[in-house]
């Protein structure tokens, strides 16, 4: 007997002195992967925009997100609410229905950079709201903004691939050109449809305008050689193009269709309806959001 | 209790569980009345009540969205009404996100000329689906052994003989179908309350160690014939990477108790069919004018290499 | 391991006929050779050359390892050469001349050679070679099709010009349905007649040789009549193919089109010339019969809902993998079986 | 030779955890489909199995023989969380490849046969260094199969394009993975062979 109470007590001691050892390293490391995570958001946002690796991130260059909720008001009405950041580092929760018509700006009291946690956020947003509505999150989309002009969107999307879902970034200038395309997560075949991650294949779209997007289609031709070396810089300096004429043959085939990848034509084609759907609902969107904001005069961030 | 009876007894306890998932999510699933997908383009709703045809035929009548996205409807491009006129199809013009929900409105439903008011209709993969993709995809998709590589130690080191095989894979469907609902039960109810996700791994080791602990003891004491049968794979469970890897998997894409239970009941027959299949072949070639430095191991990895080149044929199966 | 005897002492009778391993292999690539001559006349010299190079390639293979092996040379038993033939007959005419040479390594080598040699290994070895060439080089095996009927529009022109594969690319009928739809293959063969006309005869794009049904169908009778193959596997095949595809390939159920299946693709050539292997299918009849449902219900479901236009190859190797089990599942009772020791007790 | 230092050259060939003693498989094949995640996977190990090892040849006078084993899972489990909660802020990306088998070291049979044969009887030096004997075999086993996956399968080592195609794509996939390994294998017994003349058989596998 004694000795059981002896294996229980020294089990019961290597288990608390390894949760208290585990539980310290939790807290010191765990502030350190949330920013981490942040980081590499942030990364792939700038890399869109155009400041990839090595290159120096101008100061005054802001990135806002702007969350959208599904709200259920408590008289049963399906209404949008953008979570907006405003002038002062403030934020308010700004509800419209769903043609468009602002209804009500309500302050949010919580600091915008406790925001980014989906958890804190959803409180945040349950908090200023009436009893017996409910909220749903939808999606995050990021407004650049330099010194005090807007330089572009980053929006995120989804299209269903070949084997799993793609998940994109689309990014945009303020005249809604696609600026940038990124891959963040696909399980596509490698060597087939994985190409999708490919600069070649993603610089296809970079450049199209919201017309050109709107009646673009995938063609099952091959890819001009030329051109091909042109969308992927890395081959464009082995070819020896100089800046200038890559330009000029991106300019040659602006109003190409995308060339499907050889054999992966389904990858392909998702991944184009992907940005054009995703570009399609963000621009109707934006149109109402700015119509509101003009309306009640909102002195937004960006 | 020889290995027929054994395996007996283990469909006996596999069956029910089998059919409990397969059943009882489609009962909750009927009882609350929505709709389903029926193609990447098509959306069944039925009503319940025979409905006018003129009102039915009219796509003016129906708003269809994402739930996210509730502005930005997705024109129904037509309608068929079935033979008795109480289910509709929708067609849709471009293809619908099946993992995702849409809300389908009907706005004055018409029966017999009677407006009987608004309906609405939620519309997502039903739950048996979802199961039973899980199933297969945790069993033949993605086996466990062949395309994600878990459990390779036991794979290797008990597949010399048929026998020995079939009793392993049993055991270990076994353990793993309880350990993952216990480990499920454990995450939601203890450790996500407390806040203390960080200590899983700590935990979940635990969970299937002094699950295999209780197992063994009472077998010794049930049934010692089985125990003696049995006893020594029960040591390596532990120590093995597919037990663990199915509650990890559950708490890193956060199923709930079918899901995880279908999970561990996929992959443990998954495993367990892979371990049948190899012994069969390695007991041919024990026959066989194996190359000598080839011998063993060597030649049991070219073999399961041959296996997963083979179950490449089931890549990108989906069955809905 | 069984130590090798000094002489071969088989179970009686002891009478011989005149049937060796090599006079089966031999006749059996003798009654391939309809089919050749019809793809070189539909794809040009490119798939002679292709076929070529394949034989060539399987049988050096073959001498190389069996030499690194300390094997007894057995290249004259024409088992290598078959293989070869039957990779080409599965690879798209319009591949890169070095592709045949890649896949007779894990053909032979690995499949073949590691496991013993002829007589020992699990699954086909035709079949290993194209699997891995599909996962390796999956531009080319998934679109270097041709249009049949090349001859007219210069066969020589296709035979120099061996890099110009994406000029002359088309797709094959099962991926044309797999991405379109069936209709899109009626709009584009111009009614359902003339489907099955061309696809019987071989009228089509897709592998060296599998495109004639009614050659291979030749073929495959006159093995059955020379008593090298019995009709249980590749009518349960083609039976159980077109069963499957008729409750499950339509819009609804139980409105497939059977015979589109049946007739496309290589399923007619696994029936009669792959799933019919001596090595790697079982050998005793009832077990066959359940493989080739296996095979055909397997190819159709993959077609259909997997991730590949084609799935025979993928179909008759995991046939293959349960073929050892199925062996010892359909094991005939012994008729007095020993009695079960008792069992002794546990302490 | 110093002790210490054959103590970590018999880790990394003559007892090497993958190919000689046949031990973890599982990671060896499923992570490796590039040097740089094979590397990272090594070094988790390497921590892991230098940490549980001295942590269990100090205190191993206080720990009761019969719960040897559990208490031996939870020095386990503990540096593996540590080094699960470690590696994310370190590197991101590559965790994210692999995240499952960081998590999964922790029933890595290698480690607590370590622990078992030698720590729980040596002292903390010498166990230090079999530790990281063991480790680094293991990093190293993962870097070889890295290396030839990465090549073959798309053309690059350690992310830089070499080839600038793909040779064969099979590699990165499972079955390239298991025909890698065995042929690795097949190759250190034949080493084997022509050095001592005699055919060795492999481990036991677990």
């Known amino acids: 007997m004694k000795e059981i109470f002896k294996i229980t007590v020294s089990l019961t001691a290597v288990c608390v002195v390894a949760s208290l050892i585990l539980g310290f390293v939790y807290a010191k490391t765990e502030h350190a992967r949330k920013l981490n995570e942040e980081k590499t958001e942030q990364q792939t946002i700038q890399g869109l925009l155009g400041y990839g690796a090595g290159e120096k991130i101008p100061s005054d260059l802001k990135v806002y997100p702007v969350y959208r909720y599904v709200i259920t008001s408590d008289k049963g009405k399906t209404l949008l609410g953008y979570v907006l950041p405003i002038k002062d580092n403030k934020v308010v929760l700004a509800e419209m229905d769903l043609s468009g018509n602002p209804l009500k700006i309500i302050p949010i009291t919580v600091e915008p950079s406790a925001l980014s946690d989906k958890a804190k956020r959803d409180n945040a947003v349950n908090a200023v709201l009436p009893k017996g509505s409910k909220s749903l999150y939808a999606q995050t989309v990021f407004v650049a903004d330099m010194g005090g002009k807007r330089l572009g969107y980053v929006v995120p999307g989804v299209t269903q691939g070949f084997k799993s879902f793609i998940k994109l970034m689309v990014s945009l200038n303020p005249d809604f050109t696609v600026t940038g395309v990124a891959v963040t997560s696909a399980e596509e075949d490698p060597g087939l449809g994985a190409e999708i991650q490919k600069s070649f294949f993603r610089n296809q779209f970079v450049g199209k305008t919201i017309e050109l997007l709107k009646k673009l289609k995938v063609v099952k031709e091959p890819l001009p050689p030329n051109y091909a070396a042109a969308l992927d810089p890395a081959k464009a300096k082995a070819k020896g193009l100089t800046p200038e004429q890559v330009k000029e043959i991106k300019e040659k085939h602006l109003k190409d269709n995308i060339y499907a990848l050889t054999g992966a034509t389904i990858s392909s084609r998702a991944m184009t309806n992907g940005v054009v759907s995703t570009v399609k609902k963000f621009v109707y969107r934006l149109d109402k959001l700015n119509e509101a904001i003009k309306k009640e005069q909102l002195s937004v961030a960006f | 209790m020889n290995a027929k009876q054994f395996s007996n007894l283990a469909l006996l306890i596999f069956l029910p569980i089998f059919l409990f998932l397969m059943v009882f999510p489609a009962l909750v699933h009927a009882a609350t009345g929505s709709g389903s997908f029926k193609k990447d383009t098509e959306i069944q709703i039925s009503f319940g009540v025979p409905v006018d045809e003129t009102w039915a035929k009219d796509t003016a009548n129906y708003r269809v969205f994402q739930k996210t996205d509730p502005d930005i409807e997705i024109p129904v491009t037509s309608v068929t009404l079935s033979p008795r006129r109480t289910s509709a199809v929708l067609q849709f013009g471009e293809a619908l996100n099946l993992s995702s929900e849409y809300e389908v409105q009907a706005n004055n439903v018409t029966s017999d000329g009677k407006v009987l008011g608004n309906e609405e209709f939620l519309v997502k993969k039903s739950e048996g689906q979802i199961l039973f993709t899980i199933f297969l995809g945790a069993m033949l998709i993605n086996n466990f052994v062949f395309t994600k590589y878990l459990g390779l130690c036991i794979f290797f080191g008990v597949s010399q003989k048929k026998e020995t095989a079939i009793g392993m894979g049993i055991t270990f469907t076994i353990v793993m179908v309880l350990s993952a609902i216990m480990c499920w039960a454990l995450l939601t109810f203890v450790l996500h309350p407390l806040h203390l996700g960080f200590l899983q791994i700590i935990v979940f080791i635990g969970t299937v160690a002094i699950f295999v602990q209780a197992v063994d003891t009472i077998l010794r004491k049930v049934n010692p014939y089985l125990f003696k049968k049995l006893g020594v794979y029960l040591v390596l469970i532990v120590t093995n990477c597919i037990i663990l890897a199915v509650p990890l998997i559950n708490a890193d894409s956060g199923n709930g108790p079918f899901e995880s239970l279908t999970l561990g009941l996929g992959a443990g027959l998954g495993f367990a069919l892979a371990l049948f299949l190899m012994s069969c072949v390695r007991e041919k070639l024990e026959l066989c004018r194996v190359p000598a430095v080839f011998r063993g191991l060597p030649i049991a990895f070219v073999v399961a290499g041959l296996f997963a080149l083979s179950f490449l044929g089931f890549s990108g199966f989906s069955i809905f | 391991m069984i130590p090798k005897p000094e002489w071969a002492v088989s179970v009686s009778p002891h009478i011989r006929k005149g049937i060796s391993t090599s006079w089966i292999m031999w006749t059996v690539s003798a009654s391939l050779m309809p089919a050749l001559i019809l793809s070189i006349y539909n794809f040009g010299f490119r798939s002679l050359i292709i076929t070529l190079i394949s034989v060539v390639s399987c049988m050096l293979v073959e001498a190389i390892s069996q030499k690194a092996l300390g094997r007894s040379a057995s290249i004259k038993d024409g088992s290598s050469v078959l293989t070869g033939i039957l990779i080409a007959f599965v690879i798209p005419p319009g591949v890169p001349y070095y592709l045949p040479i890649i896949g007779a390594v894990p053909a032979i080598f690995i499949a073949k050679e590691l496991m013993g040699g002829l007589g020992y290994n699990v699954w086909n070895p035709a079949l290993v070679g194209r699997a891995f060439l599909q996962a390796s080089f999956p531009v080319a095996i998934t679109t270097a099709w041709i249009a049949p009927q090349q001859l007219s529009k210069g066969v020589w022109d296709i035979f120099l010009r061996p890099g110009t594969v994406d000029a002359i690319s088309t797709a094959t009928p099962l991926s044309v349905v797999k991405q379109y739809g069936m209709t899109a293959l009626t709009q584009q063969f111009g009614g359902l007649d003339s489907i099955y006309w061309n696809f019987f005869l071989g009228f089509k794009p897709g592998c060296i040789g599998e495109t004639s049904a009614a050659l291979i169908l030749l073929g495959g009778l006159y093995l059955m009549a020379r008593k090298i193959i019995t009709w249980h596997i590749p009518v349960s095949t083609l039976a159980s193919a077109a069963l499957i595809a008729w409750i499950f390939g339509g819009q609804t159920w139980f409105s497939g089109n059977p015979l589109v299946h049946v007739l496309s693709g290589g399923l007619m050539l696994g029936a009669f010339y792959m799933a019919t292997d001596y090595v790697t299918s079982p050998t005793l009849k009832s077990a066959q019969i359940v493989f080739g449902v296996g095979v055909g219900a397997l190819t159709v479901l993959i077609r259909l809902k997997g991730g590949y236009p084609e799935g025979v190859c993928y179909a008759i190797l995991l046939m293959n993998c349960l073929t050892p089990a199925m062996d010892e599942w359909f094991k005939p009772k012994r008729f007095a079986p020993p009695k079960a020791a008792p069992v002794a007790a546990s302490k | ?206």
Not at chain 4, 24 to 32: E, Q
Not at chain 4, 98 to 115: D, G, P
Not at chain 4, 178 to 187: D, Q, S
């Open chain 4, 1 to 206: 030779m110093n002790r210490n230092l054959k103590l970590i050259w018999n880790g990394l060939i003559p007892e090497n955890p993958i190919f000689r003693l046949a031990l973890s498989m599982c990671p060896a094949v499923a992570v490796t489909t590039s040097v740089e995640n094979g590397l990272m996977l090594g070094l988790a190990v390497v921590f892991v199995q230098v940490f549980s090892s001295c942590t269990v040849s100090i205190f191993k006078s206080f720990i009761h023989p019969r719960i040897r084993i559990p208490a031996y899972v939870i020095v386990i489990a503990l540096w593996v969380t540590v080094i699960d909660m470690i590696l994310p802020v370190i590197s991101p990306d590559v965790y994210k490849k692999v995240e499952l088998f960081v998590k999964l070291i922790v029933v890595f049979a290698i480690i607590i046969s370590r622990l078992e044969l030698f720590a729980s009887k040596e002292p903390l030096v010498p166990s230090f260094f079999d530790g990281m004997g063991m480790g680094f075999g293991f990093l190293f086993g993962l870097c070889l199969i890295g290396a030839i996956r990465e090549f073959f399968g798309t053309g690059q080592l350690l992310g830089y394009d070499i080839l600038g195609f793909n040779p064969l794509l099979i590699m990165v996939l499972p079955a390239g993975g298991f025909f890698v390994i065995g042929f690795i294998m097949a190759t250190f017994n034949w080493f084997e062979y022509k050095i001592t003349g005699k055919i060795p058989t492999s481990g036991g596998a677990h």
